[in-house]
């Protein structure tokens, strides 16, 4: 078991930052890739950055150049920089993490103004 806490969101206007934090307890030591997904009312939930226990990165087209993922192994957090925020960037941003399945923290929504 995995357990998941996200941390950071909040509101903030267009061409802010923020800065989302997820700290991983439990079966931490299996954990493969983590990643941060989002999901804006009436839209499916999308994948936005993830990593993987190497570093490597990938990133949705619609924020490469503005947001960059992070990893500390050390002290079990996934950490999503997020810059140069627009209003389409508003959703609820969850934290996830693959150990033999798939699991999800509770979600910090982020709402970015106009």
């Known amino acids: 078991q995995v357990q998941l806490v996200e941390s950071g969101g909040g509101l903030v206007q267009a061409g802010g930052s923020l800065r989302l934090s997820c700290v991983a307890s439990?079966?931490?030591?299996?954990?493969?890739?983590m990643a941060w997904y989002r999901q804006a009312p009436g839209n499916k939930r999308e994948l936005v950055a993830g990593i993987t226990p190497g570093s490597s990165t990938n990133y949705a087209d619609s924020v490469k150049g503005r947001f960059t993922i992070s990893r500390d192994s050390a002290k079990n957090t996934v950490t999503l920089q997020m810059n140069s925020l627009k209003p389409e960037d508003t959703a609820v941003y969850y934290c996830?993490?693959?150990?033999?399945?798939?699991?999800w923290g509770k979600g910090t929504l982020v709402t970015v103004s106009s």
């Open positions: 439990g079966s931490i030591f299996g954990i493969s890739t």
């Open positions: 996830s993490a693959y150990y033999r399945m798939t699991y």
